[in-house]
């Protein structure tokens, strides 16, 4: 395998001559892949990738969200999962089958305004997406501060196998929740959720530039007064 | 009849025949919408802010296999000499479908079936060749939205000032001159996204005139790719 060559490529750039299928972000003219968007391309011999730098939401089939209830009707929650449809969680999917808008009142579950977590369980672009709450820690999210993220940043803020949030988790103290959709709960003692607030927001601004991790192990370090070897990026449990 | 052209083929504001007005461009200038840029073209000032992909309402309007593109050209009241009322004229009602059709071929609308994206232009201050300034700034802020484009699309007005072919003309040279010829083009697809005429131009003037647009609309395209570059690594360091 060559060395992955990296550039930033706006919208209409070559990427690479070859007769490949267009990955995500990018289109096929002739034998030529042209990117789509703002973003940064890699090119590893005939394995193409862009990363946008900008971008909505798109919904895909079992993403974790966190929206808001926006409305309610007697079958459903209107959820706004921060894209361009609103999501619809069916009241059977909490109630069961043989739910009926006589019996139970929606509101009793969640009311407007209440923020969940949920996973996409359908979406095509021709449909609204529909949520489902059933699983473990899905459902209604009671406490924490909301941060919205570009979406596009959310790999970024997860890092390899977790090791980012897991290093800000466990540097504050706090817990994150955070949904694809750009949408991050941050949970825990009052007093560290604002620096796990702005170490997520340095996260955002720096996402697409070399060393951001060792940038926040830096940050951390500065801000609670300790050595930046003990606040080590979490490396997975194998290791 | 005013002479717009002196005896050393320099223009009113000094510049010569094939030379544009200093184009100043950045984007992500505003934080509440989805994508904008500011673009300073001349004595021309103008803000473009870009909303979508977004719910698309009144809901009758979506379309079910694309999104909806809608335009906004409005200028300020104190952008030009005398106060311009703030409704829309027929000129700005005429822009707006303009700029919209010499966008629409570069995005690719249908990825977004059922929603709307939204281009909101506001012309601060107003110095001729306003369109194609609109264009081109809609364009970045379009790309800094993260709304897939098949290529950025970069304008330029050439015309016809004195019997002479000149490149960018201003408002007093649009006034007085003979021919305005704005042009919007796609430069890594070679296409023509708007062409109008305002005057009349002999096959050999065109030709020449087409030709002086195209070029200086590459010239204008590395600008925009220039500020999407330095408004997407602003911060401190460079890629890997």
């Known amino acids: 395998?060559?060395?992955?060559?990296?550039?930033?490529?706006?919208?209409?750039?070559?990427?690479?001559?070859?007769?490949?299928?267009?990955?995500?972000?990018?289109?096929?003219?002739?034998?030529?892949?042209?990117?789509l968007k703002v973003g940064l391309s890699e090119v590893e011999g005939k394995n193409v990738r862009v990363i946008p730098l900008a971008g909505k939401y798109v919904p895909r089939v079992d993403d974790l969200v966190i929206g808001v209830v926006i409305d309610l009707n007697a079958f459903a929650w209107i959820v706004d999962i921060n894209s361009f449809f609103p999501a619809y969680l069916p009241a059977s999917d909490?109630?069961?089958?043989?739910?009926?808008?006589?019996?139970?009142?929606?509101?009793?579950?969640f009311d407007v305004g209440d923020v969940i977590l949920a996973r996409i369980a359908t979406f095509d672009r021709s449909k609204d997406p529909m949520l489902t709450v059933s699983g473990p820690k899905l459902g209604r999210l009671n406490s924490g501060h909301l941060v919205k993220i570009s979406p596009v940043k959310v790999p970024r803020l997860i890092g390899r196998k977790g090791s980012m949030s897991k290093m800000i988790e466990q540097a504050t103290g706090t817990r994150l929740i955070i949904g694809q959709n750009g949408v991050v709960v941050v949970t825990g003692p009052p007093d560290k959720i604002p620096l796990a607030i702005k170490s997520i927001e340095m996260v955002e601004r720096e996402a697409h530039l070399a060393g951001l991790t060792e940038d926040v192990q830096n940050f951390l370090s500065r801000k609670l007064g300790v050595k930046p070897s003990t606040i080590a990026p979490y490396r997975g449990d194998h290791e | 009849?005013?002479?717009?052209?002196?005896?050393?083929?320099?223009?009113?504001?000094?510049?010569?025949?094939?030379?544009?007005?200093?184009?100043?461009?950045?984007?992500?200038?505003?934080?509440?919408?989805?994508?904008?840029?500011?673009?300073?073209?001349?004595?021309?000032?103008?803000?473009?802010?870009?909303?979508?992909?977004?719910?698309?309402?009144?809901?009758?309007?979506?379309?079910?296999?694309?999104?909806?593109?809608?335009?906004?050209?409005?200028?300020?009241?104190?952008s030009v000499d005398e106060r311009k009322p703030?409704?829309?004229?027929?000129?700005?009602?005429?822009l707006s479908k303009i700029i919209r059709e010499a966008l629409s071929p570069a995005?690719?609308?249908?990825?977004?079936?059922?929603?709307?994206?939204?281009?909101?232009?506001?012309?601060?201050?107003?110095?001729?060749?306003?369109?194609?300034?609109?264009?081109?700034?809609?364009?970045?802020?379009?790309?800094d939205a993260g709304i897939p484009m098949r290529d950025l699309v970069a304008g330029?007005?050439?015309?016809?000032?004195?019997?002479?072919?000149?490149?960018?003309?201003?408002?007093?040279?649009?006034?007085?001159?003979?021919?305005?010829?704005?042009?919007?083009?796609?430069?890594?697809?070679?296409?023509?996204?708007?062409?109008?005429?305002?005057?009349?131009?002999?096959?050999?003037?065109?030709?020449?005139?087409?030709?002086?647009?195209?070029?200086?609309?590459?010239?204008?395209y590395d600008i925009q790719r220039n500020a999407l570059l330095e408004g997407f690594m602003k911060t401190k360091k460079e890629v890997e």
């Open chain 2, 1 to 78: 009849m005013v002479k717009l052209i002196d005896k050393k083929n320099l223009r009113v504001d000094g510049r010569k025949l094939d030379e544009l007005r200093p184009i100043k461009l950045q984007v992500g200038v505003l934080k509440n919408a989805d994508g904008s840029a500011y673009i300073e073209w001349g004595r021309n000032k103008i803000m473009v802010g870009v909303y979508g992909p977004k719910e698309c309402h009144p809901k009758h309007m979506a379309l079910p296999d694309r999104a909806l593109l809608k335009c906004r050209y409005h200028m300020a009241p104190f």
């Open chain 1, 94 to 109: 909490v109630f069961g089958k043989r739910y009926s808008p006589e019996m139970i009142d929606l509101s009793r579950k």
């Open chain 2, 86 to 94: 703030p409704q829309p004229s027929r000129r700005e009602i005429e």
């Open chain 2, 107 to 143: 995005i690719v609308l249908e990825e977004f079936p059922r929603t709307a994206i939204e281009i909101y232009v506001e012309v601060l201050q107003s110095d001729g060749s306003s369109r194609v300034a609109s264009i081109t700034a809609a364009s970045a802020a379009l790309a």
């Open chain 2, 156 to 220: 330029c007005a050439v015309g016809k000032v004195d019997g002479k072919i000149i490149a960018d003309i201003s408002d007093i040279e649009d006034k007085e001159g003979e021919v305005d010829l704005p042009v919007a083009y796609m430069p890594n697809l070679d296409l023509v996204t708007l062409l109008q005429s305002d005057g009349a131009l002999t096959k050999q003037e065109f030709e020449k005139a087409f030709k002086l647009a195209l070029e200086k609309c590459r010239f204008v």
């Open chain 1, 1 to 35: 395998m060559g060395k992955i060559q990296r550039k930033f490529v706006v919208p209409g750039d070559l990427i690479i001559r070859a007769d490949i299928r267009p990955p995500p972000n990018t289109y096929r003219m002739g034998d030529a892949i042209y990117s």
